[in-house]
């Protein structure tokens, strides 16, 4: 028992301050203790709460998501201690968390690899979709297939034939990390096209006109009007999509980049402890992830309000 | 104002909405256009304001040949206002930001002019206190006042209204055509289609009727409305004067 303390430091380290108990691994597990949960359910019940305190003023409500917040918590809790009682499983935190620096180094090379990626994807994205409304018929047609070749294969098929296909055979001079990021960022930009595709679309013929009519150019009627307003439209889903990316990114441990899943397998083929190299592993997506898919929903919540 | 139609053709693939339409009008202030729906007001009015380009014969307006080419449409367009019956106003901007991004990006306007101006012509159509809204949160006749005060903000030489009115519920229908009256008064040059023939009647100075893609009638206001000639005309007027 003594080294699940081990554990709870990196937990307390990463996501709780205040967690302090004296009987780690139960409470941990159970997120039994005060502490644990309320920092939780805060962040679950925060932009639901704030938007029907706008909506209606009501704070039973929001007394009652954070309610049941805390019950789904538990229920889940629960199973997953139930099910790793029946392994019988010999928990030993100490080996990963002799490796946390390799943790540490690959959750920032996620975030580093997403965040490049996302720059990239969005260049990519924007690019196939202007070429997608585009008058030059070969410039549509390379746009069309582009997305749809992208999407209809595997990301894992892309990664191993890009890598070890074209960036290897056409010695392009690329590193291993940068080819990651550069595949990521077509795989992922082929979704944003159609993201921004449809936001473009979804502004109505009628602003189309009247930006023609008090005589904006081509250019200045997507930088004032058409930007804005797809950029808008899209937000909810593009925020939804940077989740998507952060998550496939871990792909990437296949060509030996050094990202969190790539570090965590390495800590587990050290130690031989897979669910205390793979919890963590979990634990660091989700923490890039809740987040964003949280503000997701109230970005969605907020637009449906506007129309 | 003045105003040449001289053989005007439009065809939408194969069907003819404006066939051979001829006009001269020397004198209107005010020009109204009416007549049943899918007579080819609109699309007349989408001519003459350069949004669409001709098919067959010339238009001039106040002597000028308007263009057919896109890029010079556009410097044409650039000179007149127009104003629509779904008031196309950007949601993303103010009421405000609406009047003056033509003024600064196509007509280069400083930010302050452009503020000034804008400021100004919402003052005039009584949205002062309207001017940091968005088009959501305007009621339909504010929203239809600001876009008049777009379109008059680039000071055009004729403003263009299509059906401005017929979103609009009664009582905004009033306060917007309050505002076209007092433009009148003000001395702007109008080419304004509606089914308001009560307002047309008053505000007209001359009355084209339109049917049929052909130009059936026109002549100052009084006289249409008092004594149709054609046939088409006694019987339009019958109908929408009826209730």
Redesign the interface.
Known sequence: MKELCWWNQVKTKLLLAEFNGNDPFRQNVLAGSGGDTRRLTEVVSQPASSLQRKKSGSYSRQGFSILSALLVLLFVSAFFFYAFQSLAYDWNWSGPWKYRQLFLNGWLNTIYIACVALVLSSVFGVGSALAGRSSFRPLRYFSRSYVEVVRSTPLLVQILVLYYGVAQGLNLGLDRFSSGILILSIFNGAYISEIVRAGIEGVSKSLWESSRDIGLTGVQTYRYVVFPLAFRQSLPPLAGQFVSLIKDSSLLSVIGIAELTLNAQQVQSFTFKPFESYLPLALGYLLLTLPISLWTRHLESKFKYET | MKLELQNICKQYGDHVVLDSVSLQSNAARVLVLIGPSGGGKSTLLRLL?G?EATDRGRILVNGFLVPTREKEL?AY??TIG?V?Q?F?????LTALENIE??LQ???GLSAAEARERAVDLLKRLRLEDRGMQPP?KLSGGQRQRVAIA?ALA?RPQVLFLDEPTSSLDPEMTGEVLEVIEELKAEGKDLVLITHEMGFARRVADEVVFLAKGRILETGPGEGIFASPQSEECRRFLEKVLKY
């Open positions: 304001a949004l556009m367009r650039r127009v629509f779904a196309n106003l950007f949601p993303h991004l033509p990006k196509v007509h959501s777009r680039i």
